[in-house]
């Protein structure tokens, strides 16, 4: 009896969390795994480590506005499950630049410097 009292207890809280702190609790998780991926050990490890680095000064920010617990405007939430989207594209980015081929970490390294080109002009 005590148990199933407990369990209803959890799943109440469970389907009651605000969504917002759903949603920055999910950017904090990706951070973290973005953080805790292995080191780039080829021609990309300058670029892998300044993405890495960048992503990790966002961690404070979600942490802090998931304490905050202050209701998000439907503008804020859009904005922050785009961010989600891109953390979750830049996660897998760099899990194939550690993992990919040789070919596959010269092709992006190529197109990385031919944009940085195109930026300058």
């Not at 960048?54 to 503008?75: Q, T």
Request: overall charge negative.
């Amino acid at each position: 009896m005590h148990n199933s009292i407990v369990f209803g207890f959890l799943i109440n809280m469970v389907l009651t969390e605000d969504p917002n702190s759903e949603l920055l609790s999910g950017l904090v998780d990706s951070v973290k795994e973005i953080s805790m991926s292995p080191e780039c050990r080829n021609v990309c490890k300058k670029m892998h480590g300044n993405l890495v680095r960048r992503i990790k000064l966002l961690s404070p920010l979600f942490e802090e506005l998931k304490d905050n617990n202050e209701e998000l405007s439907e503008e804020e939430t859009k904005g922050f499950e785009l961010l989600r989207t891109a953390l979750d594209s830049a996660k897998e980015l760099l899990k194939l630049v550690v993992e990919g081929s040789k070919v596959y970490q010269v092709l992006i390294f190529v197109l990385s410097v031919w944009l940085q080109g195109s930026k300058e002009k």
